[in-house]
């Protein structure tokens, strides 16, 4: 069992579809957070959130919302998303965000893309 | 302005010899630094990391140096062998920012055997 999971691997939809990410961490932490890879750019730091409040929102459009029902399973829900949302979405676990290493530990990846 | 900036967009190396990547800074602030390695269809999984308050710091054939004079950090695999073939991102963060860890664009380094 790995420690942080994302379903699906790959998803393809429409602008006017509505999907949705999962994550799920089986390593007992407590911060979870969503990131953004799109090709040759830095990971964008999308939400973050510790024990299962959110904590930041870097200024991320509202096609996308976040939810988190406990401290192991995180949901990105898209709506309406626009091609340049095409993306490789990576979910991170970490300890504790405060104050800590910053080591997280990511799942594998949802390559999105819209179109 | 990106903050972290890996400038070498990709290497490529002998296998045997030496693997140096580079990351340049523009935060004095950042106090902690790490460096992540990707490969094709996986997440990024933690390599090394290294403290302000050290100027190197080493793990096996990884060791990870730090210039805070000229905000310059690498990473130097040594020797490389062809299971280090991969994308290397380099990262930041700095005390009271807890998570937010400011990435670079990532370097992918090519092993040739």
């Known amino acids: 069992e790995t420690g942080v999971t994302q379903t699906p691997r790959h998803l393809v939809m429409g602008m006017t579809n509505k999907k949705s990410l999962k994550c799920e961490q089986h390593l007992g932490h407590n911060a979870m957070y969503w990131y953004k890879q799109s090709a040759k750019k830095p990971l964008e730091l999308m939400f973050v959130y510790n024990f299962k409040e959110q904590t930041e929102n870097n200024s991320v459009p509202s096609r996308f919302s976040p939810e988190c029902p406990n401290s192991s399973h995180l949901f990105l829900h898209l709506h309406t998303l626009q091609p340049e949302d095409s993306a490789l979405y990576l979910c991170?676990?970490?300890?504790?965000?405060?104050?800590?290493?910053?080591?997280?530990?990511f799942g594998e990846g949802s390559r999105l893309t819209v179109l | 302005d990106q903050q972290v900036k890996q400038n070498s967009p990709s290497l490529s190396v002998q296998e045997g010899r030496i693997s140096i990547l580079n990351c340049d800074y523009t935060n004095s602030m950042f106090d902690y630094f790490l460096w992540y390695k990707k490969y094709p269809a996986e997440g990024p999984t933690f390599l090394i990391s290294?403290?302000?308050i050290k100027d190197k710091n080493e793990d096996g054939r990884f060791t990870v140096f730090l210039n805070k004079s000229a905000k310059h950090l690498s990473l130097h695999i040594v020797p490389s062998q062809p299971g280090d073939s991969a994308v290397y991102f380099c990262?930041?963060?700095?005390?009271?920012?807890?998570?937010?860890?400011?990435w670079g664009a990532g370097t992918k380094l090519i092993i040739k055997p």
């Open positions: 991170a676990s970490s300890q504790d965000p405060s104050g800590g290493s910053g080591e997280l530990f």
């Open positions: 990262a930041a963060s700095a005390r009271g920012s807890n998570y937010q860890l400011i």
């Open positions: 290294i403290s302000s």
